[in-house]
């Protein structure tokens, strides 16, 4: 059984940081691409990043670039987004997902309904 759990969350002001860690287990991921999505509130989900488990190849959302670092920790199954500069726009729930990039075929896998794995939201708040 797959599991991905998230920890980090918070408030934060405006210009903060946060770093939000993924916990991946139940299966071999190798394969996979592990990507953040956020959505806030009476929004659709949204992509943020994704990292190639198995390369460590990366790709951001235009909005993220420069402010948001993905990357990853093999010997923990664990995916991490540092979050730095953090605007107002940021506040939103992400979620950590997986995709097998076998199946998804693409790059950036960046459509969130293509996805099988997902975690259970942690929520960022960024305000004053």
């Known amino acids: 059984q797959v599991q991905l759990v998230e920890f980090g969350g918070g408030l934060v002001q405006p210009g903060g940081s946060l770093r939000l860690s993924c916990t991946a287990s139940g299966r071999t991921f190798s394969s996979y691409a592990m990507t953040w999505f956020r959505q806030a509130a009476g929004k659709e989900r949204a992509f943020v990043a994704s990292?190639?488990?198995?390369?460590?190849?990366?790709y951001y959302a235009d909005s993220v670039k420069g402010r948001f670092t993905i990357s990853r920790d093999n010997a923990k199954n664990t995916v991490y987004l540092q979050m730095n500069s953090l605007k107002p726009e940021d506040t939103a729930v992400y979620y950590c997902?997986?995709?097998?990039?076998?199946?998804?075929?693409?790059?950036?896998?960046?459509?969130?309904?293509?996805?099988?794995?997902w975690g259970q939201g942690t929520q960022v708040s960024v305000s004053t």
């Open positions: 990292i190639s488990w198995s390369s460590g190849m990366t």
């Open positions: 997902a997986a995709v097998d990039l076998r199946e998804y075929l693409e790059w950036p896998p960046a459509s969130a309904n293509r996805y099988s794995f």
